[in-house]
């Protein structure tokens, strides 16, 4: 019989990227060393702009230069995938998880984000799908409300998804999202007829599809931001 597999939930409100990406360093550092169980980061960002490992510059449509006047940071990454943006009203979830532990491959790994997030969808009365070929994230019909960009080291996993809550769409009209041309981008407000709850209820609910997805039999929700936050930028 195997022993209860838990997911530690980190609620850290709202976390500037470069700190954020500090943070899951240390933590994917801990996991591999079986310091901590698997770990999810539950947040939102700043106006931020993130390219993957492929370096797509010509898919920012703006010059850098002008990105602090419309109030956003441009960092780029060493997960997969495309140019995306990250802001207020999105919800972002980073997972910190040994594949190894639960026996899955990088495929069934991005697949499962993607059915976390068409779950959730669901809730709302919203039909999402996976993307078809060459399409990352998820989809409502040709509209994109999810965006899948990981990284796997030694089969411990980092970076995650993004959910459009309610973002000021403005800041995609800046780039081509995920290198897709001639695609929307969408919301949960935009795409549902029901009345959104609070955020850190939607957050919530994102986590347990996720939870669920995974097959995890228990979430440990830790409320203080500080605790996780303080204990990195002490180390550092």
């Known amino acids: 019989m195997r022993s209860p597999r838990i997911l530690e939930v980190w609620k850290l409100g709202t976390v500037n990227y470069l700190k954020s ?8 550092s801990e996991r591999k060393d079986h310091r901590i169980p698997d770990t999810l980061l539950s947040l ?3 106006p931020t702009y993130t390219l993957g490992k492929r370096r797509t510059d010509h898919n920012l449509l703006i010059p850098e230069s002008e990105l602090t006047k419309i109030g956003a940071e441009l960092h780029y990454t060493q997960r997969g995938g495309d140019i995306t943006f990250h802001g207020p009203h999105q919800a972002i979830l980073y997972p910190i998880i040994s594949l190894r532990s639960i026996g899955i491959g990088a ?31 998820v989809w409502v019909g040709d509209r994109k409300i999810g965006a899948i960009g990981v990284r796997i080291s030694s089969g411990v996993t980092s970076h995650g998804l993004a959910f459009n809550i309610d973002p000021d769409l403005k800041y995609f009209e800046h780039i081509v999202p995920c290198g897709i041309a001639d695609k929307e981008v969408t919301s949960l407000r935009r795409e549902t007829e029901t009345l959104l709850p609070s955020e850190e209820v939607i957050h919530e609910q994102l986590v347990s599809c996720l939870a669920k997805a995974f097959s995890y039999d228990d979430v440990v929700w830790k409320e203080d931001p500080s605790l996780i936050l303080d204990t990195h930028e002490d180390n550092e």
Do not use: D, W
């Open 107 to 137: 495929r069934n790994y991005v697949e499962t984000l993607e059915r976390s997030m068409i779950e959730f969808a669901l809730i709302y009365g919203v039909k999402a799908r996976a993307g078809h070929k060459c399409e990352t994230g």
């Open 44 to 46: 939102q960002h700043p």
């Open 21 to 28: 990406l500090k943070l899951q360093e240390k933590l994917v």
